[in-house]
Nanobody
Framework: QVQLVESGGGLVQPGGSLRLSCAAS????????VAWYRQAPGKQRELVAA???????TYVDFVSGRFTISRDNTKNTALLQMNSLKSEDTAVYYC???????????WGQGTQVTVSS
């Protein structure tokens, strides 16, 4: 049984930082693409960043230069370091792992990030 557990969300002031973690079990972690998505109230879920099996990374424009995705295949974990947070970054952040971009994959339960003064 595959389990993904996100943690690290919370309330932070604009300009602050948070680090999200995704921990997996029941999966061959190293064979999967790991991606972070987010969903703000009233909006569709959107891709934030992804890291491939070979550690190549992809970022969407609105987080490029502020967020960093990484993975540790020895610990079956992935991190999303978020710096210079803005109010528009407020959302529930989800970890998604999949074999390739055509695969729905597995989702975590999400972790709330709120950026507010």
């Amino acid at each position: 049984q595959v389990q993904l557990v996100e943690s690290g969300g919370g309330l932070v002031q604009p300009g602050g930082s948070l680090r999200l973690s995704c921990a997996a079990s029941g999966i061959l972690w190293g064979r999967h693409v790991v991606a972070w998505y987010r969903q703000a109230p009233g909006k569709q879920r959107e891709l934030v960043a992804a890291i491939e099996r070979d550690y190549r990374t992809t970022y969407v424009d609105f987080v490029s230069g502020r967020f960093t995705i990484s993975r540790d295949n020895t610990k079956n974990t992935a991190l999303l370091q978020m710096n210079s947070l803005k109010s528009e970054d407020t959302a529930v952040y989800y970890c998604n792992v999949k074999l390739d971009w055509n695969d729905v994959g597995y989702w975590g339960q999400g972790t709330q990030v709120t950026v507010s003064s």
